[in-house]
Every structure is written in C-alpha cells, then in structure tokens.
C-alpha cells in the first residue's frame, strides 16, 4: 500500500464545481479548502488528516479536471500525481446535472487504473434524484451524500474505512479473490454421502461415515487441492424437515442451522441427491435453501455406481430433474459415485465454471447493446395501450450476477418478458450454469 507520512492515502477528484472542496472540509471537520461557487478555485493538492473510528487516513482535494480551464495541463498533472499516490479514489460527481463529457471521461480514465474507487453523487439535499446517469458510470453503487449539510457522509467514511481495511485494497481485487480458497458447500439430506464425498477427495477418512442418518452434526471446514486449484469443503449437517426434528432432537436442528449459516457463506454448494431413493419433498426445499443464498450449486447425482444405469437413463432423470426443479434449472447436473470416485474430477470441473460464471462482470455497454437488441427483436407486450421501456442497463453486483434495469414502469414487465430478457443475458454473455438476477427500478421522473 502506498503510504504518506505512514498512512493510507484517499484521493479526491472530479470535474470543476462538483464540491471537491467542501467535501474534504466536511470530512476533516475544518475548514482547509476555499470553497467558491466559481469553477478552477483549487488547483493545487491539497492534504489534510482524517479521523473516522479510530482509523487515520490522508485526505487529498484536487483541482478540477476540465479541458476548457486555462491551466488544464499543469491541473492535469497535480491530479494524475495524487491518483498516484492513492490508496483509494473518491470520484465526486454532482447529483443535481446530468453527467458531462468530462465526468465520463475521468470515470474511463479510472477504470483502466484498476485502482478501489468510490463514486459519491454530492449535493443530493433532494431524494427524487435521477440516478440512472451515475450507474451508466460503471462504477458500482453511489454513496450520495450533501457535504455543505453534512447528509450522508457519515455513511461515506464507513465506506472509504471499509475500502482501506480491506485485503484487496490497494491491489487487484479479482486477484485477490482468485488466491482465496473456493468455499463450496456440500448440502443435502440425511445419509445422502455428503461425508464419503469429502474423504473420496481427501483420499482419508477423516469425516465420520455411517449408514445412520445423521451421524455428521457440525459443519466442518476441510482445506483441500484438485487440479492446481484450492478450495475449502464445507461438510454439512443433513438437513431435515422441520416436522422431522422432534423435541429431542435439539442437536440435529443446531446442525440444520449450521448447514444453512454455511450455505450463506458458500462460494458453491453442491447439493447431493440419492440416485436410489430419487427425489423427495426435502430435496425440494434443500434446493431452494440453495437458490435463497444467491450461491451457484451443483446438482450431484449420487450412488450411480450401486445398479447398472447407462448414458439413456441418466438422460431420462436429467429431464425429469429439470421439471420438477425450475429453482435449479441453471444447475450442472452430475452422475458420480462418492464411493468409488466416479465422475468427482467433473464434480470439481462444474464447481470451476459455476465460479467462473457467477463473478463475470459484463461491460456496460455491451449490456446495454444486448438489452437493445432484445427489445428490438421481441418487443414487450402492451399493457393497456403501454409499453415497456428500458431505459437503461448496468451490472451492480456479482455472485450472482446482479442486473438493474432502468425503466419507465416496472409493472409493464411481465415475468415471461423478464424471463426473456434473463435468457438473453446468459447466452449473449455465457451465464447458463449460474443464477442471475434482474431488478427493474423505475427512472425517477420518467413519465409512467
């Protein structure tokens, strides 16, 4: 991390007029800046020490990037030095006017860097702001904030501390992740194999095995690598029903909860079935445990080894698994056998593009050319004389993918269209073995 004076430094920057200056004031509690309503006042970097939880940090304001001010290059360079220096940018833009040239192009400038930005919408006093414009940044979500009134900064150096203390900060934060052990979780009904699966891959019996459900009760963390790649099996619980855990049974609806609290923490899971006993009502709620915590999973056929079964009946119960699981229909299904290792190397392969597919991040243009061409090829159905308009597009988070749509009236969607547009997104952008979500925000000021 790049430090000053032993500590982190957070940049502030954006075009002239935006309320670079008063933020920074806002945020060190003094008055260090001169703030003018005339644009190209501060030109120079200005430092100042900021103190938010016990937490220290440098704070730098920054002349205006604009091309039309006289001393652009000299500001340019002061700005491109402090960018330098920072261990986290605040790109300040102003909440009130649309965005300009010039933010848009500081925002491209920023993403190249791969350096943590975090976008502040400021002199948001109002909360009917449009704010389809400062998504269209590619930046994430805004933090809105008022610095002359004090609004919202609170939240603000939440964030920018949240930035600071995080690993990836300072460094490539996808990089980071990739070095981080892959959580999957293994879920399923009591006695389903979840334990023989963990010690086929470890090649030891470590975990408990028992033909009485129930015998495993914890959720157990097993560090372990295939294929060059590490990852962090999770051995949960069997989960039951709850009409099937009896007053006495106190630990296995302890054990329910841990595989639940498990899932939420998953990366993967991977659900196992019996092949023998086929799928139960249980089965059904597992998957949409599974569905519930946003995490991609892998449907795992288990004990497909105990009878003779061939490539036509594994095809026969791929359908069946299907219909009878829309919630999964995103799911890799794979026949294996914990027992003997069969297909657990495609387990892992499965495992490898769900991850893969769930932390894509689609560009935003590109996404918007595809929302467009979908509209263009099918257009939305009329509702009473109206119809849908999106407006526009951006990805705001990622395991799973998550898309807002911008629109004229949510209500003018229906499921089938959004269902469409989904199916559109995972073949154009290669999201087919994960969940994806949609969510239609109406634009504010949009006549309905």
């Not at 992740?177 to 979780?185: C, G, H, Y």
């Not at 054990?255 to 249980?282: I, K, M, P, S, Y």
């Not at 395991?399 to 199916?423: A, G, I, K, M, T």
Request: glycine residues 8%; aromatic residues 6%.
């Amino acid at each position: 991390m790049t430090k000053t004076n032993d500590m982190p430094v957070v940049a502030i920057v954006g075009r002239p007029n935006v309320g670079k200056s008063s933020l920074l004031n806002r945020l060190v509690e003094r008055q260090i800046s001169i703030v003018d309503d005339r644009p190209g006042v501060t030109r120079d970097r200005i430092y100042a020490t900021c103190t938010w939880n016990g937490r220290e940090f440098l704070v730098v304001d920054t002349g205006g990037l604009s091309d039309e001010d006289p001393f652009w290059q000299n500001i340019a360079t002061q700005v491109e030095e402090a960018i330098r220096q920072a261990d986290l940018i605040l790109f300040v833009v102003d909440a009130r006017e649309p965005l300009t040239q010039d933010d848009e192009g500081i925002a491209t400038r920023l993403r190249r860097l791969g350096k943590p930005v975090v976008l502040v919408a400021n002199k948001a006093e109002r909360h009917s702001l449009d704010v389809t414009d400062v998504y269209r940044l590619g930046l994430g979500e805004p933090q809105f904030v008022s610095a002359i009134h004090g609004h919202g900064t609170g939240d603000l150096l939440d964030a920018i501390v949240e930035r600071l203390d995080a690993p990836a900060a300072g460094q490539d934060a996808e990089a980071a992740e990739e070095r981080t052990p892959l959580r999957v979780a293994i879920v399923g009904r009591p006695n389903s194999g979840k334990s023989t699966l963990v010690n086929q891959v470890l090649g030891e019996g470590r975990m408990l095995v028992s033909d009485v459900p129930g015998t495993t009760t914890d959720a157990v963390d097993v560090e372990v690598e295939r294929g060059g790649a590490k990852y962090t099996l999770v051995d949960t619980a069997g989960l039951r029903r709850p009409a099937r855990v009896r007053d006495g049974e106190r630990l296995e609806e302890l054990a329910g909860r841990h595989a639940r609290r498990a899932l939420q923490r998953a990366d993967v899971a991977v659900l196992l079935l019996d092949a023998d006993e086929g799928l139960t009502e249980q089965d059904k709620r597992i998957v949409k445990l599974c569905s519930e915590s946003g995490a991609g999973f892998v449907l795992g056929v288990n004990k497909w080894d105990q009878r003779r079964r061939g490539e036509k009946e594994a095809q026969e119960l791929s359908l069946s698994l299907r219909n009878a699981l829309p919630a999964a229909d995103f799911a890799p299904i794979v026949f294996l056998s914990a027992k003997t290792g069969l297909h657990v190397d495609r387990l892992f392969q499965e495992i490898s593009t769900v991850q893969e597919q769930q932390t894509q991040r689609v560009p935003t243009s590109q996404l918007n050319r595809e929302i467009d061409e979908a509209l263009y090829q099918q257009p939305p159905p009329s509702v009473k004389g109206r119809q849908l308009k999106v407006l526009y597009a951006t990805q705001v988070g990622r395991r799973p993918p998550h898309f807002v749509l911008f629109v004229n009236d949510p209500q003018l969607c229906h499921f089938s269209y959004q269902r469409y547009l989904e199916n559109r997104l995972r073949q154009a952008f290669g999201l087919r073995w994960t969940p994806v979500r949609i969510t239609l925000r109406r634009r504010e000021g949009t006549p309905r």
